[in-house]
């Protein structure tokens, strides 16, 4: 890309801010989500704090920080090694989140006495997990445009549908009767 002219490589940078700040957009959204179905589980079922899952915001610096220069003076092979660092650390928090997540909704159901399924939105959390690792290992094996398209493709699918199960859950709670259960000294509803 060095041998581009001037205008092209301008064009082109500004077409990679604008496609990294609509996913950082839609990545807020998922957050949101996710806090909020934190927030509509009962304290004492929560596994996860749900102020912990913007740290999944830290995935994102790289993109900002090469965009912007920020690591100019740092060194190409440190630069790029600062970069997999965050998207490590990214993905194993991500990990982390999903699997309490899902037990903190089986908890609630568990809580109130209601029928699921143990860690429901478990398995679709891990697949996109593993798309991320998938991609991230696609760029650390430099394997070539088309693969790592197809994996930042399988990650978009992935997160969509993990999206999904968490905003489903999300309503499904938020619509549960309060004092289902009435040994719970948490959920006054019949007293």
């Given at each position: 890309?060095?041998?581009?002219?001037?205008?092209?490589?301008?064009?082109i940078d500004l077409i990679?801010?604008?496609?990294?700040?609509?996913?950082?957009?839609?990545?807020?959204?998922?957050?949101?989500?996710?806090?909020?179905?934190?927030?509509?589980?009962?304290?004492?079922?929560?596994?996860?704090?749900?102020?912990?899952?913007?740290?999944?915001?830290?995935?994102?610096?790289?993109?900002?920080?090469?965009?912007?220069?920020?690591?100019?003076?740092?060194?190409?092979?440190?630069?790029?090694?600062?970069?997999?660092?965050?998207?490590?650390?990214?993905?194993?928090?991500?990990?982390?989140?999903?699997?309490?997540?899902?037990?903190?909704?089986?908890?609630?159901?568990?809580?109130?006495?209601?029928?699921?399924?143990?860690?429901?939105?478990?398995?679709?959390?891990?697949?996109?997990?593993?798309?991320?690792?998938?991609?991230?290992?696609?760029?650390?094996?430099?394997?070539?445009?088309?693969?790592?398209?197809?994996?930042?493709?399988?990650?978009?699918?992935?997160?969509?549908?993990?999206?999904?199960?968490?905003?489903?859950?999300?309503?499904?709670?938020?619509?549960?009767?309060?004092?289902?259960?009435?040994?719970?000294?948490?959920?006054?509803?019949?007293?």
């Amino acid at each position: 890309m060095d041998s581009l002219a001037p205008e092209t490589r301008r064009v082109i940078d500004l077409i990679i801010l604008l496609h990294t700040a609509g996913v950082l957009v839609a990545y807020c959204f998922y957050l949101k989500s996710v806090t909020g179905l934190l927030q509509f589980i009962s304290p004492v079922n929560r596994t996860i704090r749900p102020a912990m899952v913007w740290l999944l915001l830290l995935g994102f610096v790289p993109y900002f920080t090469n965009l912007f220069g920020t690591f100019m003076y740092v060194p190409f092979i440190l630069r790029s090694k600062i970069t997999y660092l965050f998207f490590c650390f990214a993905i194993i928090l991500q990990f982390f989140i999903v699997g309490r997540v899902a037990i903190a909704i089986s908890a609630e159901y568990r809580s109130r006495r209601l029928p699921t399924r143990f860690a429901p939105t478990f398995k679709r959390g891990i697949l996109y997990c593993l798309a991320n690792l998938v991609q991230l290992l696609m760029l650390l094996l430099h394997q070539g445009r088309e693969l790592t398209i197809a994996a930042w493709c399988l990650v978009m699918v992935t997160w969509i549908v993990y999206w999904v199960g968490v905003a489903r859950y999300k309503k499904a709670i938020s619509h549960l009767p309060v004092g289902s259960d009435p040994d719970s000294i948490f959920f006054a509803g019949n007293a």
